[in-house]
């Protein structure tokens, strides 16, 4: 079976291999607020689901990240033909004061090593004004808005506290793709209390959006210290996915969406320091090469 990956993708369109800058926008969420709830979704750690980006002005976040990734890129790719996807992945990176916001997404574009922008939001937090302006940008340099789905059912998504219903999506949904924005929509695989037809059934789902769709990240669920989701496990613990099991169920998840879906995640990056299950996930290098393996039989 073959897919096209995140890295294929970048390749493809950059002709050499792109990095992601983590970065912060230091907005917070209104789930966690107490706008929508307190609480949070019940999976959501201290970092607000991404524990990897640093703080600062936007220009040392950029420096910052920069190093860290070219400390890691083989001395092969001279610094000059290196390209940056600038990510903010923490909290809602569209809530909060838009001008301010729309300044520092403008600024990072400035950097013609930065090819493109990837935004992680939640749908209720996108205004008519926030989309005119991306898609904008979207003119000049490729901008991703990331929406974390993770279900379609309504029952798990009240359950996970997601505060917002599927409708909500929906609407948010066309509005960005009418806008000629891309779309990377994220799917929890092995959230408590639902069965791989209900997870197959939100892969359906996203398959029925072609052509629209640009990207799926499938994401396995992490239990992480400190969340409401690790006292859930620790009072009544649900099933968590072996390894093997996981794979299988990935490479269900990848039939059933277009080919031309950009998969942008098989698996997901907990930090290691807060997992409390699965803790096979901690190692990458032992999950992707078996998913490598069931990917390359699956029929
Ligand atoms: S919407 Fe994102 S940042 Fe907000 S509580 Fe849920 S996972 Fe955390």
Redesign the pocket.
Known sequence: MTYISLSDYLKDKYNTKVYKLSLTSGCT?P??DGTISTG??IF?SEG??GDFATSGSIENQISDAKKRVDNKISSKIPASERKYIAYFQS??NTYGDQDRLMTMFSKVLEYPEIVGLSIGT?PDCLTDDMISFLSNVNKHKEVWVEL?LQTINEDTATYINRGYKLSVFEDTYKRLTDAGLKVVVHVILGLPGESEEDMLGTVAYLSKLTPTLFGVKLQLLHVLEGTKLAEIYKNEPFHIYELEEYCQLVCKCLKLLPKETVIHRLTGDGPKKLLIAPLWSGNKKLVMNTMRKYIINYQ
Do not use: I, P, V
Request: hydrophobic share 10%; net charge positive; charged share 15%.
């Open positions: 969420c789930n966690r949070g979704c959501c607000g689901s909290f809602t939640r974390g």
